[in-house]
């Protein structure tokens, strides 16, 4: 309604026709919204009377819907009488709690009765209800601290003796002294620290720890079923008349309080709910599968870290044998070299301008790669679930970053920006699920005496064909390639003529990669390339790769995918990070001399430094966890195990409960310090 | 004030939402099976296996979960298990699970099993029957399967002495899928002893035609199974049922030289001149992709139990005379003493209401079998059904003439094992038999290393 009148007095007289039509329009818009939701309640309805599991879904929802608005209402209706109408709100509040706690003893089977028909079901709770009103009632009477303390503490008292009493035999506790006596001097201990933490008096907190440490150390430490009605009394009295002289000792609020609490409230009904999910769906679970990690594999019996230790000794999650093979693996190799050019080339940059290592100068380039390929040498060397997992993290991060952000870069203010953009975002919308399957497609191999149907076969084997046929197409694809060698070489020498070495770097790298690519196709090396294998005969068959199921690479072709995937979610981000750097800070470098890239090095990079640390973390949270992809395309054959698939396997199919849950464990505790950072970092922002 | 009422309550709302969602299957689940034990009828319901029935149990419902999940034996389950409620005033419902071996153990620990799972790994059976999951048989379904079933098949339900499992389905896997008319446009000779059969695979690789074998062992989730089924029919062919049996049972380690002897010898078989895999590789290959490269013409022979008929190409035609037809023959043994492997699935009951367990006791007849073969054919569209029983009784008419040699070789069998894989625990029958039996073939590791490898692996 706001709006509307806000419009009709900007509007005025002069320009009723378009105030009319857009009304028209609104209208038009709500009937068609009314009458959407009309025909939905009515297909819902109609679907629930023919079906009879939609039927008692809706039932319940409806139930529930209902219960909990209800509840939710009626909370705050009782709170909105803290002000004024104390006495009631206390009688209510109270009487709600004593209520509570007889449907809690009752539903447990606990007191006398249970069982037995509805009569039993009311009484415990009328009677719960009854006492604790009263008692909250009463004590907004007097403001006394002596009459106080004495009535509370009887109440306590008296509802102690009638719990017990009430408790069946079945429940009564052969009292284990030593465990009530430590667990109500540890939790006195921790109450009386919580309330000195708060700035309060210890001496409450520590009357509430010790009586929920009797509690827990005579109920929870007892051999049920045992004791005598004594013991029951001493279980039952003792922390009640407790928390009875705790509720005692405190005084009525007067109104300023009142309207304390009656502020305070709503924040806790309105989160209340929210931790009580949280607690018992996340923080539960999560306790509960770290105790199931330290028992066997029947949650049985303790066996201490075991589970734990078995993860770390058994070979198919740490397999460190063969570490020497790295030292002759191709990518290390490569990966030498690369650091011995990086070395040289800082050594020159100290030189120039003081420094060897500096974003943005030429050292950064080769030192990085050169690290990478170093570290997938030595990933390629070992195996196991624990190495696969690092390796995974390594790449799928680095590529995903690197690749998003070189997007977001060349990208940035080009013509057909979005269209690109939309489409490297594309595989976001995908399921992981879904993308495994399309690539198991990509990578498939067939029999070479088949047609390959797999892209990536049917392209290597086809090169094969044309590399060693000798047919048209084969000439025509050797005179273009040579074409391209001698293209780049003339690119190269009109800059080596200019002496302008930077151009000549790209021109350099095409000439010799093409042209090593050239010798080896026309077989001056080699018989050619691509996937083909001469016979002793001499007759040539094409040959596939097998990239899911060849040891160790297979790990890298299912990376593949999820860089394939996450590229464009860094891409998105760091795009609207670089959009959101000042112009005037760019525009005052360039003026300052700085070249394009010294600006991007120099000047964009630091401003986006956060983002990319969140990406980063992002990532290896999600990297860490990686299963759908392992799960779908080789589900851990093949030496591409991770964490999270073999926990699955061993939790639910070889059913080793203790060695699954230690696995969630361990990825648990892989992922805490990046998270707590990511969540540190986010904080310091906002 | 009334309005910043409703706004509020939109959050409960929207909790509450959460919560029914989470909390509605709970209820159609469990809720149904409590007027089961009040059916008043209960006790003296049960027929005397004959099938039909005539028993009102007050729609008491019966859930069932399967691994069988294809359309033709979900359409004869629902049939034949639909008719048997129908007669019965019993509401089945059975729900085929792609991911039973997984989703059973959550339904069980959850506490939430179905009334009656169909097993395929005894092993399973048996662990759930150890863990007190299951409910043994009532003395009137014992009396059933003993009316039916030979010991040989009852033997692997029992656990402990005591049955919980009825076998409601049988697999013959000691079987070679060949067209015969290649075999004759060659001139090759339907081997009878295994020397002749790799004499065969010899000779067949030194002709420039169609490679001798097909194989593939890729199965998702059960990669390696049929690799596991072929060590299995080589240690009962090397060395018999005895060491057969002691292996399975774990009396001889995993790594003896007897058992890796049977583990090499495939590898040895599945040379690339032997072996057409359509994958490319052995290990890439699904095993379901094996029966249209028979049909093609691209190898002569495929070792794959009785169900494969089901994964040949659609209209694929069996044992007619026709020169394009598929037939089998026996995969040959060694030392003349005909054993075979066999497979199946079996039933087993988490509760003993009287309603699961007239179920059970229809489950164990000769008629249910017959029923579902016959509502099976049907669903294929009148070839081979893919569903086999041993049941004694049945009329032989509801079978192809296929199937007919299938139960034909079954009765020759002297020796009759159950896949040793699915008796092993699950670490080593559904883990690593299966993926360092994978890994051997894919030659990444020797026989040497998987074998001791997997006894490393085995519990206990």
Redesign the interface.
């Known amino acids: 309604m706001e709006t509307l009148e806000r419009i009709e007095a900007d509007g005025g007289p002069d320009e009723p026709a378009p105030l009319e039509s857009e009304a028209a329009a609104r209208d038009a818009r709500w009937y068609f919204q009314a009458g959407a939701a009309v025909a939905t309640i009515i297909g819902l309805l109609y679907w629930a009377v023919v079906e009879e ?1 939609i039927r ?2 809706l039932i ?2 409806v139930i ?2 209902v ?3 209800g ?3 009626a909370a ?1 209706v009782l709170f909105d009488q803290v002000r004024s109408r104390w006495a009631t709100f206390n009688a209510i509040a109270f009487g709600l709690l004593g209520a509570v706690l007889g449907v809690l003893l009752h539903g447990n089977g606990i007191t006398v009765g249970s069982g037995s028909g509805f009569l039993p079901w009311v009484i415990g709770p009328l009677v719960g209800a009854a006492v604790l009103g009263t008692l909250g009632y009463v004590m907004t009477r007097t403001q006394d601290a002596n009459q106080r303390l004495m009535i509370a503490t009887g109440t306590g008292l008296a509802a102690g003796i009638l719990i017990a009493v009430a408790v069946r035999e079945q429940f009564q506790p052969g009292l284990d002294f030593v465990a009530i006596v430590v667990y109500t001097a540890i939790l006195a201990a921790i109450g009386a620290g919580i309330s000195i933490l708060l700035k309060h008096s210890p001496v409450g907190g520590a009357m509430i720890g010790a009586a929920i440490g009797w509690i827990v150390g005579a109920w929870g430490g007892a051999d049920l079923g045992d004791g005598s009605l004594v013991e029951s009394l001493v279980a039952t009295v003792v922390p009640a008349t407790l928390l009875g002289a705790r509720f005692g000792m405190t005084t009525d609020p007067d109104y300023a309080e009142r309207v304390n609490i009656d502020t305070h409230s709503r924040a806790t009904i ?1 989160v209340g ?2 931790i009580l ?1 949280i607690f018992a769906m996340l923080v539960v679970p999560a306790i509960r599968t770290g105790y199931l990690s330290l028992l066997d ?1 029947n949650s049985e019996e303790f066996v201490d870290g075991e589970n734990y230790g078995s993860v770390f000794t058994d ?2 999650s740490l397999d460190v044998d063969n570490w020497t093979d790295m030292f002759t693996s191709v990518p290390f190799l490569i990966g030498v070299v690369l650091l011995g050019i990086a070395v040289v080339v800082g050594a020159a940059m100290k030189k120039r301008t003081g420094r060897a290592v500096e974003i943005g100068n030429p050292t950064v380039g080769p030192l990085v790669v050169g690290l990478l390929l170093i570290s997938f040498g030595a990933f390629t060397a070992m195996r196991g679930t624990l190495i696969n997992n690092l390796w995974w993290v390594v790449v799928v991060t680095f590529f995903s970053t690197a690749l998003g952000l070189a997007i977001a870069v060349l990208a940035d203010g080009r013509r057909g920006e979005r269209v690109a953009k939309s489409i490297i975002f594309m595989p976001m919308a995908i399921s992981l699920v879904g993308a495994s399957i399309i690539w198991r497609f990509v990578y ?7 047609e390959q149907t797999g892209v990536m ?1 049917a392209l290597w084997v086809g090169l094969g064909r044309l590399s060693t046929g000798s047919g048209l197409p084969t000439l025509i694809v050797t005179v273009v390639l040579a074409i391209c060698v001698v293209l780049a070489l003339i690119f190269l020498s009109n800059a080596l003529v200019k002496r302008e070495y930077g151009r000549a770097i790209v021109p350099a790298i095409l000439t010799v990669s093409l042209g090593w690519f050239f010798i080896r196709f026309v077989g001056i090396i080699g018989d050619g390339v691509g996937g083909f294998k001469i016979d002793d005969d001499g007759t040539v068959s094409g040959q ?1 790769i ?1 990239f ?2 060849e ?1 160790p690479y297979a790990n890298f072709w299912l990376m593949v995918i999820m860089i394939w995937i996450q590229t464009g979610f860094s891409m998105v981000i760091l795009s609207s990070a670089i959009k959101a750097v000042p112009t005037e800070l760019i525009e005052a470098a360039k003026i300052d001399g700085a070249t394009e890239s010294q600006a991007f090095w120099r000047v964009v990079l630091p401003q986006i430094a956060t983002t990319i640390g969140v990406i980063v973390t992002t990532l290896i949270v999600g990297v860490m966890k990686v299963f759908d992809i392992v799960k779908v395309t080789t ?5 591409t195990q991770v964490l999270a698939n073999n926990m ?2 061993e939790a ?5 409960i203790g060695k699954g849950a230690a696995l969630a464990m361990l990825i648990f505790f892989s992922v805490l310090p990046v998270m707590i950072f990511n969540i540190r970092k986010m904080q310091q922002e906002g | 004030m009334t309005k910043r ?1 409703l706004k ?2 939109a ?3 929207a ?7 989470c ?2 299957d709970d ?2 689940g469990g809720g149904d099976t409590t007027p089961d034990t009040a059916a008043p009828a209960a006790t003296d319901a049960p027929d005397d296996g004959g099938g039909g029935g005539d028993g009102d149990f007050g729609g008491a419902t019966v859930t069932i979960t399967g691994p069988e999940r294809d359309d033709p034996s979900i359409a004869s389950l629902n049939d034949v298990l639909g008719a048997f409620g129908e007669a019965n005033n019993i509401n089945i419902e059975y729900t085929g699970d792609a991911d039973w ?2 989703n059973i ?2 339904q069980v620990q959850g506490g939430n099993p179905p009334n009656i799972s169909y097993f395929p790994q005894p092993g399973k059976l048996a ?1 759930f029957a150890r863990a007190g999951n299951l409910k043994p048989l009532t003395d009137e379904v014992n009396a059933t399967v003993d009316e039916f079933w030979i010991d040989g098949f009852q033997l692997y339900g029992n656990v402990d002495g005591v049955q919980y499992g009825i076998p409601a389905k049988t697999d013959l896997k000691s079987l070679v899928w060949y067209q015969p008319q290649a075999f004759a446009d060659a001139g090759y000779e339907v081997p009878t002893t295994f020397a002749e059969f790799t004499a065969l695979i010899d000779t067949m690789a030194a002709a420039d035609g169609p490679k001798p074998l097909c194989v593939g062992i890729e199965s ?2 059960a ?2 199974w049929t690799y596991t089924d072929w060590v299995e029919e080589m240690v009962l062919r090397l060395h018999g049922p005895d060491v057969y049996d002691q292996w399975v049972n774990h009396e001889i380690p995993f790594d003896d030289p007897q058992i890796q002897e049977a583990m090499q010898a495939p590898v040895d078989l599945w040379t690339e001149d032997n072996v ?6 052995i ?2 290959t699904s095993f379901a992709d094996n029966g249209q ?1 028979l049909v093609d013409g ?1 190898c002569y022979m495929h070792r794959q139990a009785n169900f494969f008929a089901g994964l040949f190409p659609e209209g694929t035609v069996f044992a007619d005379g026709s020169p394009e037809a598929v037939d089998v023959f026996y995969f040959p043994d060694i030392n003349g003493d005909r054993p075979v492997l066999t497979a199946g699935i079996f039933a087993a009951a988490f509760d003993d209401d009287p309603a699961t367990m007239a179920v059970m006791n229809y489950i164990a007849t000769a008629d249910y079998a017959e029923k579902r073969q016959a509502a099976q054919t049907e669903a294929v569209g009148g070839g081979l059904s893919g569903y086999l029983s041993a049941a004694l009784g049945q009329d032989p008419n509801v079978y192809q003439p296929l199937e007919q040699s299938f139960l034909a070789i079954l009765a020759d069998a002297q020796i009759a094992r159950f896949d040793g894989s699915d008796l092993m625990p ?2 080593v029958g ?2 690593t038999f299966w ?1 360092e039996g ?2 051997l073939v ?1 030659g ?1 590791v020797d026989v040497a290393t998987a074998a001791e ?1 997997i006894e490393a692996s085995w ?1 206990g």
Request: without cysteine; glycine residues 8%; hydrophobic residues 40%.
């Open positions: 599991k008692s879904t319940t929802v529930t819907v219960a909990s608005a509840l939710w209402i705050n309105f709910p929210a999910f594999r070979r198919n498939l191999a067939r029999d070479t005496s088949t076969n596939t097998f899911v199921q040891v589900n851990g054959q093949f030496g699955f396997d639910f199919n070889r059913v080793n | 009422w509020l309550a959050v409960p709302i909790l509450s939402f959460v919560a029914a969602s909390g509605s209820e159609s071996e997984a153990n959550t662990d998702g989730q990669t390696g057409f895999a359509a994958a490319g590789s290990a890439a490269p691209q699950a670490d559904a883990g993926s994978t890994s894919n990444d490898r519990p």
